[in-house]
């Protein structure tokens, strides 16, 4: 006899519950098992959120802090912070329907759940505020590139529109602001073949087949800043694309913290500091929608730093 499906978790505060499955093992408990696992979480702060209620079974019921462990099932547990620094910068809405919800978001938002940030996120934020649960991001934005980001509202209708990004029918345009380079011939595609790096979260450019593209063409020059305005089109969706594409042509982004040189992180007891944002904007995003047959076309109201605000020249 077919079990019949659970019903989705509610989220809490934003927040979606977390998955974790239980495999075979020599934990005798489920809190011997989440303190090994998960060790970022303390066992005493495990025994609280299962004391609490916070963490279930696969059927939604509460786990208590002595429950034996059973492998070959799922736990739940919602993610949350002791603390998160608050990320001053607000997220715009410039489109929604029953079907989709366009999001403009500002440099620095995180999109989903991850590391120091959990209430910080655009997907979290907007649950919040809309209070749709099933929200999902269909597609990638860097938490240091600004601008716009797709989220599909019913979860039978998500693949269709993740599709779009699957077969890039998605227009999607960026600006930004990066060195000029007198020898660069613009416009020009730049195709290459990119695969992570050695170096923890960058990619590289290596020999073999091109799996990535990028139409690169020049806005505006500034000589005498040394400065350019892009406009930056992408056909393929690599991990750090543009900012990889750009970098290897010898005009990495401005305020780029991975290109050419990774920078350290901030620490996670001080606030990051807002004053030098990547200088990358996703500024267009044009598609054909799969449910309505409608044409759409949405466009960033926010900016980069152009004319470039340079500090004046030392008297």
């Known amino acids: 006899m ?6 989705p978790l509610p989220t809490r505060d934003g927040v979606g519950a977390s998955s974790v499955a239980l495999p075979s093992g020599p934990w005798s408990t489920v809190l011997d098992f989440l303190a090994q696992r998960l ?4 066992p005493t702060e495990w025994a609280e959120r299962m004391h609490a209620g916070d963490v279930l079974d696969d059927d939604g ?7 034996p462990y059973r492998p070959q099932t799922r736990l739940h547990y919602w993610r949350a912070l002791p603390f998160e620094h608050p990320i001053p910068f607000q997220e715009d809405i ?8 366009i ?3 500002p440099h620095f938002l995180p999109i989903t759940p991850k590391g120091r940030y959990v209430q910080e996120t655009l997907l979290v934020r907007l649950k919040r505020r809309l209070g749709i649960d099933t929200l999902v991001p269909i597609h990638r934005l860097d938490r240091e590139t600004a601008g716009l980001i797709a989220f599909t509202v019913h979860p039978h ?3 269709v529109y993740q599709a779009l990004f699957r077969e890039r029918a998605v227009r999607k345009v960026y600006e930004a602001v990066a060195p000029l380079r007198a020898d660069l011939a613009l416009p020009l595609t730049h195709r290459s073949r990119l695969l992570e790096s050695a170096h923890f979260m960058a990619m590289e450019e290596v020999p073999g087949e091109p799996n990535s593209e990028t139409l690169i063409e020049l806005i505006e020059g500034r000589p005498d800043e040394g400065l350019g305005l892009y406009r930056l089109s992408p056909h393929t969706g690599k991990r750090h694309q543009l900012r990889a594409h750009m970098h290897a042509l010898g005009i990495p982004l401005v305020n780029d913290r991975i290109y050419p040189v990774l920078q350290a992180a901030d620490p996670l007891d001080a606030p990051p500091d807002w004053r030098q944002p990547l200088q990358l904007l996703a500024r267009h995003l044009a598609f054909d929608d799969p449910v309505t047959g409608q044409p759409r076309s949405f466009t960033s109201r926010r900016s980069l730093d152009w004319p470039p605000n340079l500090p004046p020249d030392p008297v």
Do not use: G, Q, W, Y
């Not at 077919?2 to 019903?7: D, E, F, L, N, Y």
């Not at 060790?39 to 303390?42: E, G, L, R, T, V």
């Not at 019921?61 to 429950?67: I, M, N, R, T």
């Not at 410039?94 to 919800?101: K, R």
């Open 94 to 101: 410039v489109f929604m329907d029953e079907h989709l919800v």
């Open 2 to 7: 077919t079990r019949p499906a659970r019903p």
């Open 103 to 105: 999001a403009d978001k």
């Open 157 to 159: 209708e998500r693949n």
């Open 61 to 67: 019921l509460p786990v208590p802090h002595d429950a």
């Open 39 to 42: 060790p970022a979480i303390s």
